[in-house]
């Protein structure tokens, strides 16, 4: 049974949607608090018995919600969720450039939140490969091997979180082609944002944080104004 763990500082929120994923199929853990949730996984990790995926609040008293984000990530790619009261704040953006995997806004609906998150632990599951004779993409001077979901710059390893692997692999895949926002929304995330590409341009700037040269002019991850994006350098182009 899939193990979440919801970090919600509101306890009529955190039991009314504990219930409601519960009814789901989930297993639900609560944290009130970003250090009861960071506790948690702590003794987690030692026991071996990690939650499949986090649901964080970023309204947290103590340690705010990025806080915790920025920490998770930095000590693996553990599944994240972010929880906003707002879509149309900075909120949805601090939270993904801090290393959440996707975002929803209160009021939560069960059964969309439920849908978010087997589709964000599909990509967890080991890399499908983009093309079925691609066992290895290249973008200049970055190899991609889909099947083993590694990725090398200059023979050094680089780590992407499985949502940027599946990202850069779909592009890498494209050899070059114009890919469109919806189609990497769909290929990547699995479901319609209705427009919304917001998820889709934060994760395309940390992408190009780890795998450009000089990330503001970037050579591999190119953006096509109006249409999307494409690999650049590649050996077919």
Request: proline fraction near 5%; hydrophobic fraction near 40%; charge should be negative.
């Amino acid at each position: 049974m899939t193990h979440v763990l919801l970090v919600e500082d509101d306890t009529r929120i955190r039991q009314a949607l504990g219930l409601a994923l519960g009814d789901e199929g989930f297993r639900v853990t609560g944290a009130a608090s970003g250090e009861e949730a960071l506790a948690q996984l702590e003794r987690a990790q030692l026991e071996n018995a990690e939650p499949d995926v986090v649901l964080l609040d970023l309204m947290l008293p103590g340690i705010d919600g990025l806080q915790v984000c920025r920490t998770l990530r930095a000590q693996g790619d553990l599944p994240i969720i972010i929880i906003s009261a707002r879509s149309d704040t900075t909120d949805v953006i601090d939270g993904l450039e801090a290393g959440a995997d996707d975002y929803v806004t209160k009021p939560l609906i069960a059964g969309e939140l439920a849908a978010r998150i087997r589709a964000l632990l599909r990509r967890r599951r080991p890399a499908e490969r983009p093309e079925p004779d691609a066992d290895e993409l290249q973008a200049g001077p970055v190899v991609i091997r889909p099947a083993e979901g590694v990725v090398r710059r200059d023979g050094v390893d680089v780590h992407l979180t499985r949502t940027e692997f599946r990202l850069l692999a779909e592009l890498a895949a494209a050899r070059g082609r114009i890919v469109s926002r919806e189609d990497l929304l769909a290929r990547v995330w699995g479901y319609d944002y209705f427009g919304d590409t917001r998820l889709l341009d934060v994760h395309v700037r940390r992408l190009r944080r780890k795998i450009e040269s000089n990330p503001d002019e970037p050579e591999l991850v190119l953006t096509v104004r109006g249409a999307g994006y494409k690999i650049g350098r590649s050996p077919d182009a």
